[in-house]
Protein backbone atom coordinates (compact mmCIF):
# COMPACT_ATOMS: atom_id res chain seq x y z
CA UNK A 1 0.00 0.00 0.00
CA UNK A 2 1.67 3.72 -0.87
CA UNK A 3 1.18 5.23 2.42
CA UNK A 4 1.85 8.47 0.56
CA UNK A 5 -0.54 8.35 -1.30
CA UNK A 6 -3.22 7.91 0.95
CA UNK A 7 -1.40 10.63 3.12
CA UNK A 8 -1.88 12.57 0.35
CA UNK A 9 -5.84 11.89 -0.07
CA UNK A 10 -6.61 12.48 3.72
CA UNK A 11 -4.56 15.43 3.81
CA UNK A 12 -6.25 17.00 0.53
CA UNK A 13 -9.76 15.16 0.74
CA UNK A 14 -10.66 14.64 4.35
CA UNK A 15 -9.05 17.21 6.30
CA UNK A 16 -6.09 15.34 7.52
CA UNK A 17 -8.46 12.51 8.91
CA UNK A 18 -7.89 8.78 7.43
CA UNK A 19 -10.75 8.18 4.71
CA UNK A 20 -13.06 5.61 6.21
CA UNK A 21 -12.51 2.83 3.70
CA UNK A 22 -15.54 0.25 2.72
CA UNK A 23 -14.64 -2.91 0.77
CA UNK A 24 -16.64 -2.54 -2.24
CA UNK A 25 -16.51 -3.79 -5.84
CA UNK A 26 -15.81 -1.33 -9.19
CA UNK A 27 -15.73 -3.50 -12.44
CA UNK A 28 -15.22 -6.88 -11.39
CA UNK A 29 -12.38 -6.06 -8.96
CA UNK A 30 -12.62 -5.88 -5.12
CA UNK A 31 -11.78 -2.26 -4.06
CA UNK A 32 -11.66 -0.41 -0.91
CA UNK A 33 -13.78 2.93 -1.11
CA UNK A 34 -14.26 6.27 0.79
CA UNK A 35 -16.45 9.40 -0.35
CA UNK A 36 -16.85 12.68 -0.25
CA UNK A 37 -19.37 15.30 -1.33
CA UNK A 38 -17.53 15.58 -4.68
CA UNK A 39 -15.89 12.12 -5.40
CA UNK A 40 -15.62 8.59 -5.27
CA UNK A 41 -12.26 7.15 -3.97
CA UNK A 42 -11.64 3.40 -5.39
CA UNK A 43 -8.08 2.24 -3.84
CA UNK A 44 -6.81 -0.72 -5.81
CA UNK A 45 -3.66 -2.19 -4.06
CA UNK A 46 -1.09 0.83 -4.17
CA UNK A 47 -3.34 3.09 -7.03
CA UNK A 48 -6.44 5.40 -5.91
CA UNK A 49 -8.81 6.14 -8.80
CA UNK A 50 -11.20 9.28 -8.07
CA UNK A 51 -14.88 9.12 -9.84
CA UNK A 52 -16.61 12.76 -9.83
CA UNK A 53 -20.35 11.48 -8.08
CA UNK A 54 -21.87 14.55 -10.68
CA UNK A 55 -20.56 16.79 -13.09
CA UNK A 56 -18.77 16.54 -16.71
CA UNK A 57 -16.17 14.19 -15.32
CA UNK A 58 -19.18 12.24 -14.52
CA UNK A 59 -18.38 9.08 -16.87
CA UNK A 60 -14.91 9.09 -16.57
CA UNK A 61 -12.72 8.68 -13.13
CA UNK A 62 -8.76 9.60 -13.36
CA UNK A 63 -5.58 7.98 -11.32
CA UNK A 64 -5.47 9.75 -8.36
CA UNK A 65 -1.19 9.66 -8.54
CA UNK A 66 -1.15 10.73 -11.64
CA UNK A 67 -4.01 12.09 -13.40
CA UNK A 68 -4.43 9.62 -16.46
CA UNK A 69 -8.08 8.72 -17.63
CA UNK A 70 -8.72 5.27 -15.67
CA UNK A 71 -9.35 2.68 -18.88
CA UNK A 72 -11.17 -0.82 -17.99
CA UNK A 73 -9.35 -4.01 -19.92
CA UNK A 74 -11.63 -7.00 -20.32
CA UNK A 75 -10.24 -9.87 -18.80
CA UNK A 76 -11.19 -13.67 -19.59
CA UNK A 77 -11.01 -15.68 -16.23
CA UNK A 78 -11.25 -19.60 -16.38
CA UNK A 79 -11.96 -20.97 -12.87
CA UNK A 80 -10.29 -24.41 -11.91
CA UNK A 81 -9.95 -26.41 -8.72
CA UNK A 82 -6.72 -27.64 -7.56
CA UNK A 83 -5.64 -31.11 -7.60
CA UNK A 84 -2.76 -33.27 -7.27
CA UNK A 85 -1.35 -33.07 -10.42
CA UNK A 86 -2.21 -29.26 -11.67
CA UNK A 87 -5.57 -27.82 -12.32
CA UNK A 88 -9.23 -29.52 -12.77
CA UNK A 89 -12.85 -28.75 -12.50
CA UNK A 90 -14.80 -27.32 -15.29
CA UNK A 91 -12.75 -24.10 -16.25
CA UNK A 92 -15.57 -22.33 -16.40
CA UNK A 93 -14.73 -18.76 -18.02
CA UNK A 94 -15.92 -15.29 -17.32
CA UNK A 95 -15.22 -12.02 -18.75
CA UNK A 96 -14.34 -9.94 -16.19
CA UNK A 97 -13.76 -6.32 -16.37
CA UNK A 98 -10.64 -4.63 -15.01
CA UNK A 99 -10.08 -0.78 -13.75
CA UNK A 100 -6.48 0.01 -14.31
CA UNK A 101 -4.51 3.09 -14.50
CA UNK A 102 -2.43 2.83 -18.10
CA UNK A 103 0.51 4.94 -16.69
CA UNK A 104 0.98 3.24 -13.15
CA UNK A 105 -0.22 0.19 -13.65
CA UNK A 106 0.14 -3.31 -15.91
CA UNK A 107 -2.61 -3.64 -18.65
CA UNK A 108 -4.48 -6.59 -17.20
CA UNK A 109 -3.68 -10.29 -19.10
CA UNK A 110 -6.52 -10.76 -21.29
CA UNK A 111 -6.75 -14.49 -19.62
CA UNK A 112 -6.11 -15.51 -16.28
CA UNK A 113 -6.71 -18.65 -14.47
CA UNK A 114 -8.12 -19.19 -11.09
CA UNK A 115 -7.32 -21.87 -8.88
CA UNK A 116 -9.86 -22.11 -5.93
CA UNK A 117 -7.27 -23.62 -3.58
CA UNK A 118 -9.03 -26.32 -1.61
CA UNK A 119 -12.33 -26.20 -2.69
CA UNK A 120 -11.93 -30.04 -3.81
CA UNK A 121 -12.97 -31.07 0.25
ZN1 LIG B 1 -1.73 6.56 -12.50
Redesign the pocket.
Known amino acids: MSNELVEKLSEEKFAGKNPEWKEAKWGDIKVLCAWDDKNWYYKNGE?IYVQAKEGPGNSTSH?Y??G?EIEFGAQRQSKWLEEFDGPVGDGSVKLKHIPY?P???KEPEETSVIVEEGSLY
Open positions: VCGCTCTCE
